[in-house]
């Protein structure tokens, strides 16, 4: 277990950054050759810089958009203001308050004064959600789910707003696929059942009160807050080994696979709202690979550096042996594209039109690698 004094400091380091990285998480990172660089491509304030298996926020630069957490492939950077969970639930919440309604707004809007507090769950800026957020509040009973912004174009975040376009798009396909008749919906008003005549009292007690309870228990939520996010969300503790130590090939030729809780949440949700009714579905979530076994070697580079064991060797085939086949799940797939980078021979292709069938199958898809051509005995 962390120390205190490690958790203490973990607090501290989040007061000061709205988003942390978990550095083992990085595609660029776990292998240099990695091409992904979709949390710079979004950042608006170049917060984020990654160079030779090292990536860093500068925190005194992030403008806590949340844009670079909902493009990540694999979690790599998590908002801890607030945690996914924590903003699920103030929507749910606020989704039974409004009869069904899961409303989130941006800070500037909220900023009006215009709405119940507990009737919304409220964000710096709608870039720090992704579909997964949406489609779970879909699958526990969200009739509504609205992105009340402010003027985006006047905003200090404008840039990111082509984010928060792909995200509801993104989120309207998985529901529309699994027959929901739910969307995500962006508007520039608060529903009426949020709007309350002069929030300020609200407002301004629910300021008061939360600052007279954080004084006296400022040390004790940090701690439990930070706990809960360094062993359970970040999948980080204080104890472990450093990041080489942590990176390395085990003797079973693989890397250290990542638990994925975004996409969990997502199949999970999908599979409670409903069967799907189309053959594919396009996503950014997931993925689905192809190998061309006539350009392939069986080098089984694809499957050492697959950061989810989406691409794996057949377990029952042993190191040693020359590989015979390799599994993909198209459920544990992000689309981050390792395997298309690592493989020097051209074989393997990506794709983000994936069929719901195969999303659902829990059996991996085999391919069986061409047998290589048989040594010639030196003696005939
Ligand atoms: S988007 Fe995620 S995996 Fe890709 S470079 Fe950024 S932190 Fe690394
Ligand atoms: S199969 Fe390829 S794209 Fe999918 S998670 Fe593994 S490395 Fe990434």
Known sequence: MPSLNDIVAMAQAMEKSPVVVVED?????????????????????????????????????????????????????????????????????????NGGAAVFSCARMAAKHQADPARFAEVPCL????????????????????????DCASCKYRSVQPCIEATVAYANELLAVHGSSVRAVRTSAFPDSVLVEDAGDLYGSTRRGFLSEAAGAARETAVAAARTTIEQELGYSAEKLQIGERLRVSASGEMPRLHMPRHEVTINALDDIGLPCEENVETRLFGTVDIDTDRCNACSMCAVFCPTGALARDPVEKMSEPLRYLEFSASDCVQCGMCVDVCWKGAVSLSATVPTAELFDFEPRAFAMNTPPPRRSAFG
């Open 25 to 97: 998480r990085c595609l660029c990172v776990r292998n240099r050759n990695a091409s992904c660089r979709r949390c710079m491509g979004v950042c608006q304030v170049g917060a984020i810089a990654i160079a030779a298996n090292e990536i860093t926020l500068d925190a005194s630069a992030c403008m806590a958009c949340g844009a670079c957490t909902s493009v990540c492939p694999t979690e790599a950077l998590v908002s801890v203001a607030p945690l996914d969970a924590d903003l699920s639930r103030a929507a749910a919440q606020a989704a039974v308050a």
């Open 127 to 150: 870039a720090r959600i992704d579909e997964s957020i949406i489609v779970g509040l879909v699958a526990h009973g969200a009739d509504q789910v609205l992105l009340v912004d402010g």
